[in-house]
Nanobody, 121 residues
């Protein structure tokens, strides 16, 4: 079993910054890709940023140049540094990990519990 715990959300003014963290614990052999998604009220969940095991990253167009994803493999943790936040960035942010439990196992997807980010003056 694997648990993902997120932290770092909150209320911030437009133009401000927040840093989200997501740490996995439990039965983990390796973590392949990690990603951040978000879901605003009344909207579908959407990809914000992703990072693979080699460190290559990809970003949604609406966060390019403002958000940075990074990972610390020793800590099984992914980060999302969010700068120049806008009101439209308000959403619940979720992390997602692709985890292999053993050398021979398949890869399974795990989600964090979500953390609220509110950008408002």
């Amino acid at each position: 079993q694997v648990q993902l715990v997120e932290s770092g959300g909150g209320l911030v003014q437009p133009g401000g910054s927040l840093r989200l963290s997501c740490t996995a614990s439990g039965s983990i052999f390796s973590i392949n890709a990690m990603g951040w998604y978000r879901q605003a009220p009344g909207k579908q969940r959407e990809l914000v940023a992703g990072i693979n095991s080699g460190g290559s990253t990809n970003y949604a167009d609406f966060v390019k140049g403002r958000f940075t994803i990074s990972r610390d493999n020793a800590k099984n943790t992914v980060y999302l540094q969010m700068n120049s936040l806008k009101p439209e960035d308000t959403a619940v942010y979720y992390c997602k990990f692709h985890i292999r439990h053993t050398y021979y196992s398949s890869i399974y997807d795990y989600w964090g519990q979500g953390t609220q980010v509110t950008v408002s003056s």
